[in-house]
Each structure stands twice: as C-alpha cells, then as structure tokens.
C-alpha cells in the first residue's frame, strides 16, 4: 500500500478530531478518558501512519546530469 502526500495529509487532519471526540465516545459509555490518553494514542496513530507513509514510499532515483 502506498499512501500519497496528499492521502497522508487527509488522514493526519482525519484524525485529529477523532481523536479530540474519542473522549465524548468513551463518556457516553461512562468511562472517564484522561487527555493523556488522548494524546498518546494520537501521537502512536500518526505514528503509524508516518510509518506507512516511509514503507511505501519510493526510494528517490539518482538525478541525472
């Protein structure tokens, strides 16, 4: 799978305010989510699409003068 700059852009800004609802979803279940936790999983989640980005990412060619 290969992610483009502009599909990893949309999924960076997708996430941010998922992740910013994600404590609404766990408080309509009653669970109290700390920020903390909020951001941890933001920072593991762009994380791993950084990661995607990297593994599918062609390797730049040798300019040829």
């Known amino acids: 799978m290969t992610l483009s ?5 949309v999924l960076v ?9 994600l ?3 766990f408080g309509f279940f009653g669970i109290d ?11 593991v ?4 699409i950084a990661v995607a980005y990297m593994v599918g990412a062609e390797p730049k060619s040798a300019t040829k003068h």
Not at 13 to 21: N, R
Not at 37 to 42: D, L, R
Request: zero cysteines; charged letters at 10%.
């Open 13 to 21: 800004a997708f996430s941010i305010p998922v992740a910013i609802e």
């Open 45 to 48: 989640f762009l994380l791993l």
């Open 33 to 43: 989510l700390p920020l903390v936790a909020v951001v941890a999983f933001e920072a």
């Open 23 to 25: 404590r609404v979803l």
């Open 5 to 9: 700059r502009a599909q990893l852009l």
